[in-house]
């Protein structure tokens, strides 16, 4: 079973919900990552508020962050190996590396902006 | 009629918890409370928990955080927690070892999210959940007297039932106060006694504290229904500052007696049957232990103290003149509760009217008094947030959005979430941005304001999405407006509000703190309510004017001059009478 550990940024809160909008990208791993545990297989998320420990100790994620600093995070590694950095994984990506069944990514084209194009050209939906 | 608070002849319980909004008398009364008990010969430890606390002036004692026996009261203990100190430091004790081994720019981030209210939530009930629950204390101590009580957040985190035993300890991924908590969760047990101990009617008397005036109350009805959800339910109200000087001497003393006769026959529901109790107004501040022995007893007429001369300051006509002249299009009044922070956004907004400006007034006020003033000028459009349907509706929107996603289980603690002081600050200021938004083509007047911890908050958040590829659950685009907005000084103008009394100083020195950080510049203060600048002849009140011009002064320099200075106003505040303000 791959190990998939996610680093993420020191926020307020995880859920993202006392921040100034709701992180849907927050919820979904929320989501994702008891899924695949609760399915056996072995995800972890680190906030960096409550395990800066983790931060230090992992020599990658401690070199990615000196170099690059915080906008780095989060970074995703599967067993050890650094597989995404700067955006959370999709849930694709962790049904792949998981091997678990989780939601696809139906709305990866969407951009969040409910139903019109909210003119973000990077963000790839318009 | 009330009846004198008189602790002595109250069954008050072992542990006293004193509580309400700034600038009540919590300190005051916590003390006179204290030495009444001591002079009797119990055994008593006075604790505040108050950062803004003037113990060591009332005792006129060098106070620490382990305890100092007051000479002259030889069975009280006096100790001072100052919960930003132990924020400080709990914030060290998180982000210290990792200095020098994570980046500048990662500390920073980490700094910046344990600086919110949580973090000194949870830093103060922590250190007073110790004294609550410590069995050594509990032998020595008679009484064991709070100043300052847990608000009810705070103790609805540390109940969540499920919340230590399978969240913490199992998943990675805390909800915000309670990820917080995770490094704290050897003192599990201690936390569970102390809240234990606090709803135990046998054990704890909870003192709600208000003055007889419209917002205090509001306040302490607020605080009351919490405490009581929670389990706290030995309550009793305590009304301080009663005026009973001689009503006829004066016009002002008059309409001190009616506006406070209103409050009180306003008083609101959920405070209205409990105990209650008063204390008069003295003419005296109370420090030093001979005055804190009287003010449960009698009036000690006029201060012997020397007559300080006020610094200086200008009118409000003068800082409305310069608002104009600098153009400014955005402009907040901020300050805590009940300085008047309404009545003066609502006199700015009139100023400039009159000076040919359009205007756009909003207001989180609860009484929303503004609505008298909207049919009778021109060029002026008012709006007003109701806070509570602000929070409901986010509250609603976030969890439309988690149930997609998520599990009943993992909904509870979003919930919790939800009530933090963080969420319910963005709600609001969602709100107004988008008022400011949509108002380009006038002035527009807030009389409430975020603090800079959501405003860092945002900014970092903004920041954040914009690393994020694909953006989810984007920041609305008038918050992101706002932001540089308010940063510009020369578009927008925060006006701090406070009072001439201890309490509201040291507040808004905190507030102006957290906007400094926030990038905000702040530049013009204004002291409300002041009785040096009205004719009085009725004793009490010519003591209370000479008490307060220390606190003039100190923001005269705070603010380098750059203060208003507003006389306490007989009328009630209408559309005829608001002119008044900048006359």
Not at chain 2, 20 to 28: L, N, R
Not at chain 2, 51 to 72: C, H, M, R, W, Y
Not at chain 2, 132 to 158: C, V
Request: hydrophobic share 40%; glycine share 6%; charged share 25%.
């Amino acid at each position: 079973m791959k190990k998939i550990e996610i680093f993420e940024v020191a926020l307020c809160c995880s859920t993202g919900v006392c921040g100034p909008s709701v992180n849907e990208d927050l919820l979904r791993i929320t989501a994702a990552v008891n899924k695949i545990n609760a399915s056996g297989g072995n995800a972890i998320c680190y906030n960096l508020n409550s395990n800066p420990d983790v931060y230090v100790k992992n020599v990658i994620v401690n070199e990615l962050l000196m170099k690059d600093g915080e906008t780095v995070l989060p970074i995703t590694l599967l067993d050890g190996i650094v597989v995404k950095t700067k955006a959370y994984p999709s849930n694709n990506e962790l049904a792949d590396w998981s091997g678990i069944a989780l939601s696809t990514d139906a709305s990866s084209n969407d951009c969040g902006c409910n139903s019109a194009c909210c003119g973000d050209s990077e963000s790839g939906c318009c | 009629m009330l009846k004198l608070y008189e602790p002595a002849k109250l069954d008050l319980k072992k542990y006293i918890f004193f509580t309400g909004k700034g600038g009540v008398g919590k300190t005051s009364t916590a003390c006179a409370t204290a030495v009444t008990f001591a002079d009797r010969g119990n055994k008593v430890l006075l604790i505040s928990t108050d950062p803004a606390s003037n113990l060591q002036d009332v005792f006129e004692t060098t106070l620490d955080n382990k305890g100092v026996q007051i000479q002259g009261v030889p069975n009280l203990t006096v100790l001072n927690l100052d919960p930003i100190q132990a924020a400080y430091e709990y914030k060290e004790s998180v982000v210290g070892p990792y200095k020098g081994k994570l980046p500048e720019s990662v500390i920073k981030n980490m700094e910046e999210q344990l600086s919110g209210a949580c973090t000194v939530e949870i830093a103060a009930f922590n250190e007073f959940s110790n004294y609550l629950t410590n069995k050594e204390l509990e032998a020595k101590y008679d009484y064991i007297i709070f100043d300052t009580a847990p608000t009810g957040h705070t103790l609805r985190m540390l109940q969540l039932p499920t919340a230590w035993s399978t969240f913490i300890s199992e998943s990675q991924h805390g909800a915000s106060c309670l990820g917080q908590l995770a490094g704290l969760e050897d003192k599990k047990d201690m936390y569970k006694n102390a809240v234990n101990n606090l709803a135990n009617a046998e054990l704890t008397t909870l003192v709600l504290i208000a003055k007889p005036e419209y917002s205090p109350l509001f306040e302490a009805s607020k605080t009351s229904h919490e405490l009581k959800e929670l389990g706290v339910k030995n309550q009793i109200l305590i009304i301080n500052g009663i005026f009973e000087g001689d009503a006829g001497l004066c016009d002002i003393s008059k309409r001190l007696v009616e506006k406070q006769t209103t409050a009180l026959q306003n008083i609101p529901e959920e405070i209205r049957n409990l105990p209650a109790y008063k204390i008069p107004l003295r003419d005296y501040n109370v420090t030093g232990i001979e005055k804190i022995r009287l003010m449960l007893k009698s009036n000690f007429l006029t201060d012997s103290s020397e007559v300080v001369e006020i610094k200086g300051y200008h009118k409000l006509n003068e800082l409305i003149g310069y608002l104009h002249a600098q153009n400014k299009k955005v402009l907040f009044t901020m300050g805590k509760g009940g300085v008047g922070k309404t009545t003066l956004a609502a006199s700015i907004a009139l100023g400039l009217i009159a000076r040919g400006e359009k205007v756009h007034l909003t207001t989180t006020d609860p009484a929303n008094h503004l609505k008298l003033l909207v049919e009778s000028t021109e060029n002026l459009t008012v709006s007003s947030i109701n806070p509570e349907e602000a929070v409901k509706k986010y509250r609603q929107d976030v969890l439309e959005k988690a149930k997609q996603t998520m599990s009943q289980e993992d909904l509870s603690y979003i919930e919790e979430d939800l009530r933090s002081p963080c969420t319910q600050e963005i709600a609001i200021f969602n709100v107004f941005a988008s008022i400011v938004d949509a108002c380009d083509e006038e002035v527009v007047v807030i009389d409430t304001a975020p603090t800079g911890h959501t405003l860092l908050l945002l900014d970092a958040t903004e920041t954040y999405h914009k690393e994020v590829a694909r953006i989810k659950g984007d920041l609305p685009d008038a918050v992101k407006k706002l932001l540089p907005r308010l940063r510009n000084a020369q578009e927008t103008e925060v006006i701090i509000v406070t009072l001439p009394e201890a309490t509201p100083v040291y507040e808004a020195q905190r507030l102006e703190e957290d906007l400094k950080r926030a990038g905000i510049h702040t530049n013009w203060w204004i002291v409300n309510s002041s009785f040096s600048l009205v004719d009085t002849e009725q004793p009490l009140l010519t003591a209370k004017a000479k008490a307060e011009r220390m606190w003039i002064n100190r923001v005269y320099d705070l603010a380098k001059g750059h203060i208003v200075l507003l006389p306490w106003l007989k009328e009630n505040i209408t559309a005829k009478t608001l002119p008044k303000f900048f006359e």
